[in-house]
């Protein structure tokens, strides 16, 4: 069994905004503080602290959830994805069509299709292998083999 886990890109831009963001809420509610200032600058730098925060968490929740495994088994083409598992028997995949970042296997009846999302840009060694992966055990499940002329 070969296995693919597909991450999304570290979010490292929403991170460093965050950062700033609660910093510059730090810097303002001690100002506030010290310094005897207008109320406003309290209630700023407790939002900016609390947007920062909130910005920090959603961007690492949003990246948690584009984590997709797949695993090529011998019997199966199978997708793990946020604990639910999806797999379609190798002799069951009827057209498998790539469109960046999707590529959908579709299935004959009774099975359903499974769609493989790939979270990086479009030149992803990891998900270029498993592309050529899946090619040869379909090739391999169907018969065909390559042309030697």
């Known amino acids: 069994m070969q296995q ?3 991450t999304a890109v570290p979010p490292v831009r929403p991170l460093a905004i965050a950062a700033g963001a609660v910093v510059v809420g730090a810097v303002l509610l001690v100002l506030w503080r010290s310094a005897e200032l207008s109320l406003v ?5 407790a ?6 925060l909130a910005l920090a968490v959603t961007a690492l929740v949003l990246t948690a959830r ?14 793990v994805r946020r604990g639910r ?6 002799s069951r995949v009827r057209e498998v069509t790539m469109q960046h970042p999707r590529l ?4 004959t009846e009774p099975d359903p299709g499974l769609v493989v999302v790939n979270p990086r840009q479009p ?9 050529d992966q899946i090619r040869q055990r379909l090739d391999a499940d169907h018969g065909y083999r390559e042309y030697r002329g």
């Open 4 to 6: 693919f886990t597909l």
């Open 41 to 45: 600058v309290g209630v700023l730098g």
């Open 47 to 52: 939002l900016l602290m609390l947007l920062g």
């Open 66 to 79: 584009l984590r997709t495994e797949v695993r090529l088994e011998p019997e199966a083409l199978t997708v």
């Open 85 to 90: 598992r999806q797999s379609v028997p190798w």
């Open 104 to 107: 959908t296997v579709l299935a």
């Open 123 to 131: 030149g992803d060694r990891r998900f270029a292998a498993l592309l």
